[in-house]
């Protein structure tokens, strides 16, 4: 007589995803990190989407640049030829310690999708850079959805920043 155990993944926290992830689904999973020393790219993002589909909280931890970034840059705000990604769930988005590339990742609305109420921790320079001075409009549609906005190494926020984000709770 054999036994088989089958294994449901319950974990409500997954930390330190790397590049290596292998793709299972984790449906319990709601807070997760994405750590790695090499650069995450697009369809990472879209596997991470896919691989928790419930996620609430996303931390991304990577000061490197992506590496297709540049083959897109010919086209810059318009990757139409990229799958929009979609965190249906997501309401928690820590960016501080996050490159650029990935700011731009998760606000350029022809490569992600956010849902609304979302909180973003982000740094302050990044972001001006990122929405090109707070102008930049590939990058409003994903945050007029922003509920809050917490913001690294700044003292006092500027009129254009709130007048970029009209309906969000800046901390």
């Not at 931890?61 to 990757?79: F, M, Y």
Request: a negative charge; aromatic letters at 16%; charged letters at 25%.
């Amino acid at each position: 007589m054999s036994y088989l155990f089958i294994y449901s993944y319950e974990w409500k926290e997954y930390h330190k995803i790397t590049n290596n992830f292998s793709g299972e689904t984790f449906k319990y999973v709601r807070e997760i990190s994405l750590f790695d020393e090499r650069s995450f790219e697009h369809e990472f993002f879209f596997q991470i989407s896919q691989s928790f589909p419930f996620m609430k909280k996303l931390t991304l931890i990577n000061e490197k640049s992506q590496n297709n970034k540049q083959s897109r840059k010919l086209d810059d705000d318009n990757n139409q030829h990229l799958s929009i990604i979609e965190y249906p769930y997501l309401s928690e988005l820590d960016l501080v310690e996050a490159h650029d590339a990935y700011i731009e990742q998760f606000l350029v609305d022809t490569k992600t999708c956010l849902s609304n109420g979302i909180c973003l921790t982000v740094d302050y320079q990044a972001l001006y850079r990122v929405t090109q001075q707070f102008t930049r409009n590939t990058t409003q549609l994903n945050c007029i959805k922003i509920r809050c906005l917490g913001l690294n190494d700044i003292c006092q926020i500027p009129k254009y920043v709130k007048e970029y984000f009209p309906h969000t709770k800046i901390l």
